[in-house]
């Protein structure tokens, strides 16, 4: 068995999971070489507090299915089995000790980034990782000079994945089901007939 030498941090509600962020996953996988990637599915984070979320368990499953044909992609519970409130820090720490000698990869959107100072204790997370995937949009513009000025040692560790473009959300699968309109190519089949059998977002 090859020894995992570089992990991703892919965090996310994924309430649901769809072809968007399995695409991204891989664009991250590969461009980071990555052995291993983590998807941590997120209970309720700090930012979408005020926003209803499906059942944790609910989206376990669904990520658990969305990932399920592919060896590199792994469900962690690193969020799920202890109490709140997750930081990113205290993930990363805790990842470390799971995969001890891994380089440890959090990955993040532009707009995440962007957020980066304002998160808990961001200097402390910047030196916990071995590297940050930032997810970029050919449009996005990615300002580290100004970043640096606020977070000393950031750019060192930022790599940039160049992401295509798509107009996928969790919030519109949501709102399609609602309002019964079709979405099935928005997702892998399984994951499709999982959200059928289960009767969510109605």
Same mark, same amino acid.
């Given at each position: 068995?090859?020894?995992?030498?570089?992990?991703g941090v892919f965090g996310g509600t994924f309430d649901p999971p769809?072809?968007?962020?399995?695409? $991204?996953?891989?664009?991250?996988?590969?461009? @980071?070489?990555?052995? @291993?990637? +983590?998807?941590?599915?997120?209970? #309720?984070? *700090?930012?979408?507090?005020?926003?209803?979320?499906?059942?944790?368990?609910?989206?376990? /499953? @669904?990520?658990?299915?969305?990932?399920?044909? #592919?060896?590199?992609f792994q469900l962690s519970r690193v969020d799920i089995d202890r *109490?709140?409130?997750?930081?990113? %820090?205290?993930?990363?720490?805790? $990842? /470390?000790?799971?995969?001890?000698?891994?380089?440890?990869y959090y990955l993040m959107g532009g707009d995440s980034l962007h957020? +980066?100072?304002?998160?808990?204790? *961001?200097?402390?997370?910047?030196?916990?990782?071995?590297?940050?995937?930032?997810?970029?949009?050919?449009?996005?513009?990615?300002? +580290?000079?100004?970043?640096?000025?606020? $977070?000393?040692?950031?750019?060192? /560790?930022?790599?940039?994945?160049?992401? *295509?473009? @798509?107009? %996928?959300?969790? /919030?519109? %699968?949501?709102?399609?089901?609602?309002?019964?309109?079709?979405?099935?190519?928005?997702?892998?089949?399984?994951?499709?007939?999982?959200?059928?059998? +289960?009767?969510?977002?109605?």
């Amino acid at each position: 068995m090859q020894a995992i030498k570089r992990v991703g941090v892919f965090g996310g509600t994924f309430d649901p999971p769809h072809m968007g962020h399995l695409i $991204l996953a891989e664009e991250c996988r590969t461009q @980071l070489s990555l052995d @291993l990637l +983590l998807w941590v599915v997120t209970d #309720n984070p *700090p930012h979408k507090r005020y926003t209803s979320v499906s059942p944790i368990e609910d989206r376990v /499953k @669904l990520v658990e299915i969305a990932i399920q044909s #592919n060896p590199a992609f792994q469900l962690s519970r690193v969020d799920i089995d202890r *109490p709140g409130p997750h930081y990113a %820090i205290d993930t990363v720490n805790i $990842l /470390k000790q799971e995969y001890p000698g891994a380089e440890i990869y959090y990955l993040m959107g532009g707009d995440s980034l962007h957020d +980066l100072p304002t998160w808990n204790r *961001p200097q402390d997370f910047i030196k916990t990782c071995d590297g940050i995937g930032v997810m970029r949009r050919h449009a996005d513009q990615v300002d +580290l000079e100004s970043l640096e000025k606020v $977070l000393p040692g950031i750019s060192r /560790k930022v790599s940039i994945v160049e992401a *295509p473009i @798509l107009e %996928i959300s969790s /919030k519109q %699968i949501r709102q399609r089901i609602a309002d019964r309109m079709g979405y099935r190519y928005y997702l892998r089949d399984a994951v499709y007939q999982a959200i059928s059998e +289960l009767g969510m977002y109605k």
